[in-house]
C-alpha cells in the first residue's frame, strides 16, 4: 500500500454520489490545487491533480 499526502485547495465543490445495487457506495471525486515544489525564478505555478474517494460516508 502506497500512501500520499497532498496539502492545497479545492478548486471547487467536490461531485459526490452514490452508486447502484443492494450495497450503495459513495463516491467523491475532486480536484487539489497543489503549489509545485520546483519553480523558475520565483514563478508561482500548481498542480492540479485530480482525486477519488469512495467508501462508506
Known sequence: M???VLMGGLTRN????YSQGETAT??????LAVNSRFRRD??????????GAFGSK
Do not use: H, L, P, S
Open 2 to 4: 502506497n500512501k500520499v
Open 14 to 17: 467536490q461531485d459526490v454520489r
Open 26 to 31: 459513495c463516491v467523491a471525486r475532486y480536484t
Open 42 to 51: 520565483g514563478e508561482q505555478d500548481a498542480d492540479f491533480i485530480k482525486c
